[in-house]
């Protein structure tokens, strides 16, 4: 029997390492023939959708190995629009809306509103949280 | 819909990520999602009626809560070992929570189809 899930992640790569967690796990739903509804960026997690982090070449690039995953996994990378902004991450709506002198948002997320997160919890069959001290 | 239970744990002390975790339960509220809330560990203190304003003119944790009220969120708990910890006067407390041990937040949320930590 196979379940589909909802992740949400709630910290990214440099100061939390839950988007690696949350990463290893989401891999093994996938593995194991399950499917993911959608995955949630929340709180300092929205950082994985920054367009202008340069990753150390020595250090895993945790939105790269986002970005692989969703597309073998047909699932989508949604990123809350308010904690973004809040962020300095805008897409082309959100820097033509605020007058922003560029956007940031890196391709392959979505920016999206908090009734996708409880839409997806709704239909998935079980929601997994990942918090910032993730390990 | 799916009955959601929000975790109000240390991290939903920081300003930002407790407003962002409000506002998910609000959005929630909004969509007619049954929901709960439990404050576990220091975020109990967010309940203490009577707070100041921040230093920036920002507005306490306690009148930020307070709009659950008005959302017609009344399923509101708190772990009773973290109000002796944090020696809160349960009758001074914003929104009348009910105070739960370990085995009745444990039912509560096995209650829940759904349990979002903040």
Request: proline residues 6%; hydrophobic residues 40%.
């Given at each position: 029997m196979t379940h589909s899930f909802t992740i949400i992640v709630h910290g990214a790569l440099p100061d939390s390492r839950a988007s690696l967690a949350a990463h290893e796990f989401a891999s093994a739903v996938l593995d194991r023939g399950n499917r993911i509804e959608r995955v949630f960026f929340y709180h300092q997690g929205?950082?994985?959708?920054?367009?202008?982090r340069a990753v150390p070449?020595?250090?895993?690039?945790d939105s790269a190995l986002w970005l692989a995953l969703a597309q073998q996994g047909k699932f989508e990378l949604a990123v809350c629009v308010a904690a973004a902004e809040r962020r300095g991450i805008v897409g082309i709506d959100e820097q033509q809306r605020y007058a922003l002198p560029s956007q940031s948002l890196r391709e392959g997320f979505t920016l999206v509103g908090l009734g996708q997160l409880i839409d997806a919890s709704n239909r998935a069959d079980r929601t997994v949280t990942f918090p910032q001290a993730a390990s | 819909m799916k009955r959601h239970l929000f975790v109000f744990g240390a991290?939903?002390?920081?300003r930002s990520i407790g407003r962002e975790t409000l506002d998910a339960v609000l959005v929630s509220a909004a969509f007619d999602v049954p929901v709960s809330v439990l404050f576990l560990g220091p975020a109990v203190t967010a309940l203490r009626s009577g707070q100041n304003a921040g230093p920036y003119g920002e507005k306490s944790m306690d009148r930020q809560l307070s709009v659950l009220t008005e959302y017609g969120i009344d399923q509101i708990y708190l772990c009773r070992d973290a109000l002796k910890r944090w020696k809160l006067d349960p009758d001074r407390l914003a929104l009348s929570p009910k105070a739960l041990d370990q085995r009745e937040q444990a039912a509560l949320i096995r209650q829940h189809e759904v349990v979002i930590y903040g």
């Open positions: 929205v950082a994985i959708a920054q367009n202008l070449t020595d250090e895993p690039d | 991290r939903t002390l920081q």
